[in-house]
């Protein structure tokens, strides 16, 4: 039996796997053909996609949904230039992703996949980690690993093909001295408010005559000392979009707030004064580009310096952990709660945001596609919604049972990431169905995707929302004057192109396809594609107005 020598790549493969990495999403090259091998040796799997977008798009996915390190391999050259806005889009979201990119030989000259690849890392946002020697393989992977955690970030690191295939050079010595790399702490323990910031807080409540509790992504774990908080100080309950549902069917709650809130909710937020937000970043969406609670004072609570005035600078701001601060602010407001006014009812939200043209309509109104699959997926699914005009449909019109199943790959503004990043959803999701919102636009760019989907088996269902166009540009081109003809496609039949892929599939032009369509794919027992035909005349002002600048 033929022995394999040892080399660097087994090293690498080791140091991974020590790194706590137990997949890597990738595209085979040369740059990185044997490293996947020694992975595998080691027990760290390797799943194939079929374009290198896809393979950073699904580790990008993955760590959205975990908030662990995941990772994804390239090859160099056009390995990398390919993954470029996946890079990209996961560093603007701030996902730990170990990036293991092969590099051309140093000892070859003009190696006709030779770029600087170090500036095109760079440029993406991404950590640059190149592994220096045979000697510091261990300590260079675990840097990368470390780094992508503490400062969540995808963290490249480059392996030139002839360092990997180089002999082992064993372990170089610390200069320094000190624990290893993997010993030290990853993450900071969580800072606790002062009292004096608490008691800041419980005074600006008392003084407010319409305050709002609001809830972002970072305050998940603290629910029920947020309800606790509302009730005690007489405010509403709202969340971000990524905190959607927090506190579905709790008193005084107004949903999702900002450009995703319902009218009446809208109309409810022109009257509050104070706005605590506990884990939210308040970003252009949440505040409706400064257009919601135009009259309040907003608060920021939030353990991350750099999260704070990032896009809307608060009028005051506690840097401490937003559940600790939570909980602190509980106790103080009930040592005094007496004579606590509760809010006002909460009003009931009528029809989903969206309104007709006027003009002839050109498929099935998207909100009535999204309440059927509500209705019929698994109360408990994974949610992944695209970017593009059906953005607020997809993301407003299913709900989730927990704020943390809802990912949304829009931080780059980027059409076609919505499927890999559901894979990764899904891949380490295994046991729960999940719901792909996509356009036919998206679908389109990574039609690698349903391929990669068919193998893995996974139980997704690709809703495309196919309205034959580009609709915000197209309905952008109509309102300032123009033809909208170039922002019009063909309805192509993506159903036969997912069939052709081995998923089951169908397509609903009407209603009653709908329903027929949903019968027949569900429960989600092997994945599937469900392309149903939208009207492009159902328009989400609030989605356009924000896509279209």
């Known amino acids: 039996m033929k022995v ?8 690498v493969a080791d140091a991974v796997s020590a790194a706590g990495v137990r997949t890597v999403y990738g595209v085979l090259g040369d740059g990185n053909l044997h490293l996947a091998l020694a992975l595998g040796q080691v027990g760290v799997e390797w799943v194939s996609a079929r374009h290198e977008q896809e393979a950073v798009a699904m580790a990008d996915g993955a760590a959205r949904r975990t908030g662990d390190l995941t990772a994804a391999s390239v090859t160099h050259g056009p390995g990398l230039t390919n993954a470029m806005t996946a890079l990209t889009a996961a560093a603007l979201a701030g996902s730990p992703v170990l990036l293991l990119l092969g590099d051309t ?21 991404a950590l640059w980690v190149p592994v220096r020697l045979p000697q510091t393989v261990a300590e260079d992977v675990a840097v990368a690993a470390r780094a992508a955690r503490t400062r969540r970030l995808p963290a490249v690191l480059n392996l030139p093909v002839d360092l990997q295939n180089s002999p082992p050079g064993g372990v170089a010595g610390r200069a320094f001295g000190g624990p290893a790399v993997a010993e030290l702490p990853v993450v900071a323990p969580p800072r606790e408010p002062s009292a004096a910031e608490v008691e800041r807080l419980a005074e600006r409540l008392a003084k407010a005559r319409r305050p709002l509790v609001l809830a972002g992504r970072g305050a998940l774990a603290a629910a029920a000392d947020l309800v606790a908080v509302a009730a005690l100080g007489g405010a509403w309950l709202g969340t971000t979009l990524l905190a959607k ?34 884990g939210a970043s308040l970003n252009r969406f949440t505040t409706a580009n400064g257009t919601v609670c135009p009259h309040a004072r907003w608060v920021q609570v939030e353990r991350d310096p ?20 939570a909980a602190a602010l509980v106790a103080q407001l009930r040592s005094g709660a007496e004579g606590v006014v509760p809010p006002p009812a909460v009003p009931v939200p009528g ?16 909100r009535v596609v999204l309440r059927a699959a509500d209705r019929a ?25 927990d704020p943390r199943d809802l990912v949304l790959p829009w931080q780059l503004g980027s059409v076609g990431l919505a ?17 792909v919102v996509e356009g036919d636009g998206g679908v389109l760019m990574n039609p690698g995707g349903l391929d990669t989907l068919a193998r893995l088996g996974l139980p997704v269902l690709v809703l495309v ?59 989600l027992d092997a994945p599937a594609l469900l392309h149903a035909h939208t009207d492009l005349e159902v328009v989400h002002e609030e989605v356009f107005t924000a896509l279209s600048g």
């Open 419 to 435: 499927l890999p990043v559901g894979l990764g959803v899904a891949h380490v999701r295994p046991t729960q169905p999940t719901l």
């Open 465 to 523: 929302l196919d309205d034959g166009a580009y609709a915000a540009e197209a309905h952008l081109l109509r309102r300032t004057g123009h033809d909208d003809t170039p922002a019009l496609f063909p309805r192509r039949d993506l159903a036969a192109l997912a069939r052709s892929l081995g998923l089951r599939a169908a397509t609903a032009r009407t209603e009653e396809e709908l329903a027929a369509a949903l019968d027949t794919l569900l429960p």
């Open 377 to 401: 997926l698994p109360a408990r699914r994974g949610l992944v919604v695209g970017i593009g005009h059906y953005s607020g449909f997809g993301a407003l019109g299913v709900t989730v049972a």
């Open 351 to 366: 029809t989903p945001p969206g309104r007709r043209t006027g003009r002839p309509p050109s498929g099935i109104d998207p």
């Open 105 to 125: 030989p140093r000892t070859t000259r003009h190696h006709g996949q030779d770029v600087p690849q170090e500036p095109f890392v760079r440029a993406a946002g």
């Open 4 to 11: 394999e020598r040892r080399l660097v790549l087994h090293d």
């Open 306 to 325: 750099t999260a704070v005035g990032h896009t809307t600078v608060p009028d005051d701001a506690v840097l401490a952990d937003a559940g600790r601060t």
């Open 245 to 278: 549902d927090l506190f579905r069917g709790r008193p005084g709650d107004l949903g999702v707030v900002g450009g995703f809130a319902s009218a009446e909710a809208r109309a409810a937020l022109v009257d509050v004064d104070l706005v605590l937000a506990f």
